[in-house]
Structures are given as C-alpha cells and as structure tokens.
C-alpha cells in the first residue's frame, strides 16, 4: 500500500515551453502533497505544499507564477513548470500524506526535466 | 529555523563491515519529528524510520539501529553487517509540529553510502 505515482518519469523539452508533471497517490487519499526539487547530488527542497481544494504554499524564494500547482482531488496534484528554462533541469519529486496519523509523507518516484 | 546536517558526504565500506551515518539536527521547536530516508538509484525515496522528540529510545530493526541523543541533537544510523543492497543515498530529515508525517520536512544533504564486496 501507500504507493505513489509520477508521470512523465523523464521529460525533455525546449525552452520556453511549458511541462506538467502528474502526482497520483494510487491507494489512498491524500490531504496534503509536497513538492520537492533535488539537483544532482544534492539534497530536496521543499518548493510547495499543497492541499486538495486549497491554494498551494509556497516555499520562500520559489516563484509561484513558474511553478504552477494545482491539487484538483484527494488523489491528483500537478505541478506545471511555465515557460522552462535550462536552469529549470532538475529531478522533481512529489510526497503524498493519507493523514490520519500516518508515520510519513509517500514519495514519488521522480520527474526528471531537462530543458534544451 | 530548522537545519539538518550530514557531515559524511560519500562512505565506501566492504561488505559486512558495520558503518554509521551522522545526524545533527537543529530546532527551535519542543515537538518534532526525524526521519531517516533510503534513495536507491532509481529516486525513489524509502521510509525507513521516524522517532519523536519525546522518545529518546533506541530502535533496532534488522541490521538498522538508529541512536536518538538530544542532548547533542544526533540522530544518527548504523547499518551492521553492511550488504552491497544498502549501497544508496540516505537522507536525515526534520519536521516540526505535532502532527508528524504530514508536517513539511527539511532535509539533510544526504550520505551517499557505498558498499563494496
């Protein structure tokens, strides 16, 4: 159980194009979902957290207007990254959390982006 | 502000040799949570375990043990009988508040554990 969802796995774009990402908790709901940002051999960074229904929190210095989220049911969030560019390439990753006292966030396998 | 710190970038052991992974943490908070995470090659992070501010028990599981000391603020994890399996990042992590899991995390920069034969 617990298991969460990402699609595309990786991506390639060119630049000035827009990707969405989808996070999916498959088998359970989810009351909150975070989205994270890891560089290469470097740690997570918490960009957003949203809830279903709510607008999504973002993370001091995260630019809410290229990183769109949307958190449309208990059990999709997207994150949409406007207009890309070559320093958006990044691994993305999503957490989902059933709540009810559940012991941890469920992670994503992961969104690779590159942008050309 | 909440910091999590791994001092230990990169360990290389030999199989079966017992190794452990630092971690410091620091917090304003009387109520928090650590994690320790498993990211394999492949992304996905592992939940491997959680302890709270207020159990400073140790914890055995398998070959993991993990030591909570709060009087250094360590929460540090030992792999015994290390097996070429464990070869991973793994990641320390903090949150704040009482609700645990569902509580933003700040994460460690991460050991990046390799174990040879």
């Known amino acids: 159980g617990a298991v969460v969802s990402q699609h595309p796995s990786r991506v390639i774009c060119k630049s000035g194009t827009s990707v969405k990402i989808e996070c999916r908790s498959l088998?359970?709901?989810?009351?909150?979902m975070f989205w994270y940002r890891q560089f290469p051999k470097q740690s997570l960074m918490l960009m957003a957290t949203?809830?279903?229904?709510?607008?999504?929190?973002?993370e001091q210095g995260v630019e809410k207007d290229k990183f769109l989220i949307n958190h449309a049911s208990l059990t999709l969030s997207t994150l949409t990254v406007t207009s890309a560019h070559p320093e958006d390439s990044s691994f993305y990753i999503c957490?989902?959390?059933?709540?009810?006292?559940?012991?941890?966030?469920?992670f994503g396998p992961g969104t690779r982006l590159l942008v050309l | 502000a909440q910091k999590v710190t791994q001092a230990q970038t990169e360990i290389s052991v030999v199989e079966k040799e017992d190794v452990t992974l630092d971690c410091v943490y620091e917090?304003?908070?009387?109520?928090?949570?650590l994690f320790w995470y498993k990211q394999p090659p492949s992304g996905e992070l592992v939940f491997l375990i959680r302890?709270?501010?207020?159990?400073?028990q140790n914890e055995i599981s398998g070959r993991y043990s993990w030591n909570f000391q709060k009087s250094t603020s360590s929460f540090n994890f030992t792999i015994t009988a290390s097996q070429v399996v464990d070869s991973a990042v793994y990641f320390c992590?903090?949150?704040?508040?009482?609700?645990?899991?569902?509580?933003?995390?700040?994460f460690g920069t991460g050991t990046q554990l390799k174990v040879e034969l």
């Open positions: 088998d359970f709901q989810a009351t909150t």
């Open positions: 957490s989902a959390y059933p709540g009810q006292g559940a012991k941890t966030q469920y």
């Open positions: 917090t304003r908070d009387t109520t928090y949570y």
């Open positions: 302890r709270n501010s207020f159990d400073e």
């Open positions: 949203s809830n279903e229904g709510s607008k999504a929190t973002y």
């Open positions: 992590a903090l949150s704040e508040g009482g609700t645990g899991g569902g509580n933003k995390l700040t």
